[in-house]
């Protein structure tokens, strides 16, 4: 088991990097701590897989370094690094009996074969796969396959680390559901550091302590679900964790006031300071649809705005609103009044996140 630490990583698939854009995985530092379950969560194409390959020594990082438990690996082949890898598709040996492919990584490392029979028959037992142990795996279903994949995964307890590429791809939700609970039961069983990658930010809360999002080849946050819904430290997180994701309008001060479109916003002293002294011109004021006050009536410091329909999704109401031009999308609770043709808004400071350049900011509340 260990920790492993990226320094200065990057990687690009070109001979000829000329720009940013040119790399899958963007200069970065980071650090997996021994025993926790973590989550790398990202759009398709954003490094997610490359970041894994060079964990596991699949792919030759461009430069940077890979580091188990403070030792450099980056030389070192895969087999050497003792990492589990579980692929999107499983990777099985369709000729050998089920188990027989679960026994494969142990016999490899010339466990003694009772302890063999130990694990493979604890395996078996914890993904449900003990009735399949004598069939021969080309004659399974996708589903059972895949399983047998992950169980090839996890039958050894002394590696450093398992890593799962969106292992539960094709497996059908009822069962992704039930999986996904029995590798956090397997995690906290035995301690095992285990990144799960995946494009799905229900996936990766209900999987994992702390997630890393990833975007254009970086990591641009890594925290627990809660702090990338209350304090996103980029927009695209944002955008990317919640549903719906965050709102963001455009703002500038203009007369000492601050407007987003053509519209006033009621906001505190504060948050007024630190749009009047940003530097940049790409400055958003980002709040969560669940952190909107929506009154039917007029209210002091109420932002008027225009109500264009509400979703009814039974416990809760998204209405769908413009405010200065602005869409918004606001969170009611069911007890509460849906408005009609008109609406006023309020922002509580405290929800309120200033990003500049796509970046959060500090705000002083006072
Ligand atoms: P993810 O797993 O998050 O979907 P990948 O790591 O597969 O992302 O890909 C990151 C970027 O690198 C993408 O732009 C992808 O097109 C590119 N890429 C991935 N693999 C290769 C490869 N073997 N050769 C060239 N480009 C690649
Ligand atoms: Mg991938």
Same mark, same amino acid.
Request: charged share 25%; hydrophobic share 40%.
């Given at each position: 088991?260990?920790?492993?630490?990226?320094?200065?990583?990057? &990687?690009?698939?070109?001979?000829?990097?000329? !720009?940013?854009?040119?790399?899958? #995985?963007? $200069?970065?530092?980071?650090?997996?701590?021994?025993?926790?379950?973590?989550?790398?969560?990202?759009?398709?194409?954003?490094?997610?897989?490359?970041?894994?390959?060079? #964990?596991?020594?699949? %792919?030759?990082?461009?430069?940077?370094?890979?580091?188990?438990?403070?030792? @450099?690996?980056?030389?070192?082949?895969?087999?050497?690094?003792?990492?589990?890898?579980?692929?999107?598709?499983? @990777? #099985?040996?369709?000729?050998?009996?089920?188990?027989?492919?679960?026994?494969?990584?142990?016999?490899? *490392?010339?466990?003694?074969?009772?302890? @063999?029979?130990?694990?493979?028959?604890? *395996?078996?037992?914890?993904?449900?796969?003990?009735?399949?142990?004598?069939?021969?795996?080309?004659?399974?279903?996708?589903? $059972?396959?895949?399983?047998?994949?992950?169980?090839?995964?996890? @039958?050894?307890?002394?590696? !450093?680390?398992?890593?799962?590429?969106?292992?539960?791809?094709? #497996?059908?939700?009822?069962?992704?559901?039930?999986?996904?609970?029995?590798?956090?039961?397997?995690?906290?069983?035995? $301690?095992?550091?285990?990144?799960?990658?995946?494009?799905?930010?229900?996936?990766?809360?209900?999987?994992?302590?702390?997630?890393?999002?990833?975007?254009?080849?970086?990591?641009?946050?890594?925290?627990?679900?809660?702090?990338?819904?209350?304090?996103?430290?980029?927009?695209?997180?944002?955008?990317?964790?919640?549903?719906?994701?965050?709102?963001?309008?455009?703002?500038?001060?203009?007369?000492?006031? *601050?407007?987003?479109?053509?519209?006033?916003?009621?906001?505190?002293?504060? *948050?007024?300071?630190?749009?009047?002294?940003?530097?940049?011109?790409?400055?958003?004021?980002?709040?969560?649809?669940?952190?909107?006050?929506? &009154?039917?009536?007029?209210?002091?410091?109420?932002?008027?705005?225009?109500?264009?329909?509400?979703?009814?999704?039974?416990?809760?109401?998204?209405?769908?609103?413009?405010?200065?031009?602005?869409?918004?999308?606001?969170?009611?609770?069911?007890?509460?009044?849906?408005?009609?043709?008109?609406?006023?808004?309020?922002?509580?400071?405290?929800?309120?996140? %200033?990003?500049?350049?796509?970046?959060?900011?500090?705000?002083? &509340?006072?």
């Amino acid at each position: 088991m260990a920790e492993i630490t990226l320094k200065s990583l990057a &990687h690009t698939y070109l001979s000829d990097p000329r !720009s940013p854009e040119d790399y899958a #995985i963007r $200069e970065m530092d980071h650090v997996w701590h021994q025993g926790g379950a973590y989550a790398l969560l990202g759009p398709s194409g954003c490094g997610k897989s490359t970041l894994l390959n060079i #964990i596991s020594g699949l %792919l030759e990082p461009s430069s940077g370094e890979v580091l188990f438990d403070g030792e @450099v690996v980056n030389a070192l082949p895969p087999e050497a690094r003792n990492i589990a890898q579980v692929f999107q598709f499983p @990777v #099985i040996y369709d000729t050998m009996t089920v188990y027989d492919n679960l026994a494969f990584p142990l016999r490899n *490392v010339k466990t003694p074969e009772a302890r @063999v029979h130990e694990r493979v028959m604890e *395996v078996a037992e914890v993904l449900e796969l003990t009735a399949q142990l004598k069939r021969k795996a080309k004659n399974l279903t996708a589903d $059972e396959k895949q399983k047998v994949s992950m169980g090839r995964g996890l @039958v050894r307890e002394d590696v !450093s680390a398992i890593l799962f590429d969106e292992p539960l791809t094709v #497996i059908d939700p009822q069962l992704k559901w039930k999986l996904r609970r029995k590798l956090k039961e397997i995690h906290q069983r035995f $301690e095992i550091t285990m990144v799960y990658v995946t494009h799905d930010q229900l996936e990766a809360s209900t999987f994992a302590d702390k997630i890393a999002v990833m975007y254009e080849g970086q990591v641009v946050q890594f925290g627990t679900p809660r702090e990338l819904f209350e304090r996103p430290n980029h927009t695209f997180v944002g955008y990317f964790i919640g549903s719906p994701g965050m709102n963001f309008l455009e703002v500038v001060t203009q007369d000492g006031r *601050v407007m987003a479109g053509d519209t006033e916003l009621a906001v505190g002293q504060g *948050v007024h300071d630190a749009v009047a002294q940003a530097r940049s011109t790409n400055v958003k004021l980002g709040i969560r649809p669940e952190f909107i006050e929506v &009154h039917a009536e007029a209210v002091e410091d109420g932002m008027q705005a225009h109500v264009d329909h509400a979703q009814d999704l039974g416990t809760y109401s998204i209405v769908y609103l413009t405010l200065g031009g602005i869409p918004l999308k606001a969170r009611i609770e069911e007890d509460q009044p849906t408005p009609t043709g008109k609406a006023w808004l309020r922002f509580p400071d405290e929800r309120i996140g %200033l990003y500049i350049d796509e970046f959060r900011v500090e705000i002083d &509340h006072e």
